[in-house]
């Protein structure tokens, strides 16, 4: 089945530590996104990717990183200087828009970042 | 800057009624996209349509339909006869821009309670 898959799906980090999350997509996508949930909040976005070994910063990118070395894969790395990193993490993809098109975003399961 | 609005936090309803969120955006954009998802207790967001700033014609499917007027920037969704597998929290977004794959504006989000 094409989709997106987020790993793991609840992930726990001692403070200080940095962490990788996962996420995969198989459905030939070229643009990917990071966003981050915070409870009763809208998503804000953290980074996005429209090709391979290039992306931009989001709202938020600060205390994150991101790398693009496979169409398929766009781990993002919370590290040691986000300030306040537990949240729900939501990655997407979606086919480029030609001209002034703008498709929509298809979302992976997230994960749950807790930071004790 | 863009920004978007769903003033509404919580709606309870009774199965069978009809309910109503809305979506207040705003852009200086005059080529945008506007989004509804839906995010059931999973987590994982579901599309739900996309409309395009040219395009203010409404748009019924099945029970769900949606109202878009450009001349007060809102993007109204509509369930009628409400069930309670429509139980979610859903969400309104804006594109960033005309073109490109640059990300989404979410709002904070409408929290939907179908009673039985």
């Known amino acids: 089945d094409g989709g997106i898959t987020q790993s793991p799906k609840y992930l726990f980090r001692k403070e200080g530590q940095n962490v990788t999350l996962s996420c995969e997509q198989n459905?030939?996508?070229?643009?990917m996104y990071w966003y981050r949930q915070d409870p009763g909040q809208g998503l804000r976005l953290i980074y996005y990717s429209q090709i391979v070994n290039d992306f931009q910063k989001g709202d938020i990118a600060e205390g994150y990183s991101v790398s693009r070395e496979k169409k398929e894969s766009f781990p993002l790395t919370v590290t040691s200087a986000q300030k306040n990193p537990t949240a729900f993490y939501l990655c997407?993809?979606?086919?480029?828009?030609?001209?002034?098109?703008?498709?929509?975003?298809?979302f992976g399961p997230g994960t749950r970042l807790t930071v004790l | 800057a863009q920004k978007v609005t769903q003033a509404q936090t919580e709606i309870s309803v009774v199965e069978k009624e009809d309910v109503t969120l809305d979506c207040v955006y705003e852009t200086r954009d005059t080529t945008y996209y506007l989004f509804w998802y839906k995010q059931p207790p999973s987590g994982e967001l579901v599309f739900l349509i996309r409309r395009n700033s040219f395009d203010e014609q409404n748009e019924i499917s099945g029970r769900y339909s949606w109202n878009f007027q450009k001349s007060t920037s809102s993007f109204n969704f509509t369930i009628t006869a409400s069930q309670v597998v429509d139980s979610a929290v859903y969400f309104c977004a804006l594109s960033h821009s005309g073109g490109g794959a640059d990300g989404l504006t979410f709002g904070k989000g409408t929290h939907l309670i179908i009673q039985p």
């Open positions: 459905l030939n996508h070229d643009a």
């Open positions: 997407a993809s979606s086919i480029l828009g030609k001209g002034s098109s703008y498709n929509e975003q298809f």
